[in-house]
């Protein structure tokens, strides 16, 4: 059963810092990977998806990389802003039927 | 883009009254759409796979006679909450995927709040 672990659960910068939030899974055998971010009481917005068979997407600051082999994913967010602040989840799609989601990452960027 | 909407976005209703929430994926054939649950602060949780003219798969600990699910149409599915009792108040997200296999991208809705009184 695969599982998905995102780490930290909450992460506090000021603006204008990099960060890098970090997802890991146990079933290497996927289909692909998505960042998701979500605000509160809203719904998801994906951020970035990754095909099993890359290593990395990038969209204007937010880049994510991919190694399968080792089972980790990694959300790059260049010069944070507080319109960042939000929940941000990865999820593996490994059956080709479901998304397993990991717990989140709650970032606060503060002015 | 691919769209995908939920209705209602909110819904409020006294124990033991049955809620229906429809998903569309909107400019989209789905022929595999997904309900997930999210209680608070929490991460989404599958509760069950809808198929186009098939029966649902539900996941474990999910009561199928309890969360009724329908994919009448290839961008329809609706999710129904019988006899709902406060426990059931949640977050409720459905999600499409496009394209034929299992492989296709999953988009989501915009999600519905149930609260039970």
């Known amino acids: 059963k695969q599982e998905v672990t995102q780490i930290p659960a909450a992460l506090s910068v000021p603006e204008g810092e990099n960060l890098v939030l970090n997802c890991s899974f146990t079933d290497s055998a996927i289909y692909n990977l998505?960042?998701?971010?979500?605000?509160?009481?809203?719904?998801?917005?994906?951020?970035?998806?990754?095909?099993?068979?890359?290593?990395?997407?990038?969209?204007?600051?937010?880049?994510?990389?991919?190694?399968?082999?080792?089972?980790?994913?990694?959300?790059?967010?260049?010069?944070?802003?507080?319109?960042?602040?939000?929940?941000?989840?990865?999820?593996?799609?490994?059956?080709?039927?479901?998304?397993?989601?990991?717990?989140?990452?709650?970032l606060m960027v503060k002015p | 883009g691919a769209v995908v909407s939920q209705h209602p976005s909110r819904v409020i209703c006294k124990s033991g009254t049955s809620v229906k929430i429809e998903c569309r994926s909107l400019d989209f054939q789905a022929t595999t759409m997904f309900w997930y649950r999210q209680f608070p602060k929490q991460s989404l949780m599958l509760m069950a796979t809808s198929n186009e003219g098939s029966k649902a798969t539900y996941e474990q600990g999910v009561e199928k006679d309890k969360f009724l699910i329908?994919?009448?149409?290839?961008?329809?599915?609706t999710l129904t909450v019988t006899s709902a009792h406060p426990e059931d108040s949640s977050f409720y997200i459905c999600s499409a995927r496009r394209g034929a296999g299992g492989q296709g991208e999953q988009f989501f809705g915009p999600g519905t709040r149930l609260t039970v009184l």
């Open chain 2, 70 to 77: 329908n994919h009448a149409s290839l961008t329809l599915s």
């Open chain 1, 34 to 106: 998505q960042w998701f971010r979500q605000d509160p009481g809203k719904g998801l917005t994906s951020l970035l998806l990754i095909q099993s068979s890359q290593r990395e997407q990038t969209s204007g600051r937010l880049n994510a990389s991919l190694d399968k082999s080792s089972g980790r994913s990694t959300l790059y967010i260049a010069a944070s802003q507080p319109g960042d602040s939000a929940t941000y989840l990865c999820a593996v799609d490994n059956a080709g039927n479901m998304l397993t989601f990991g717990g989140g990452t709650r």
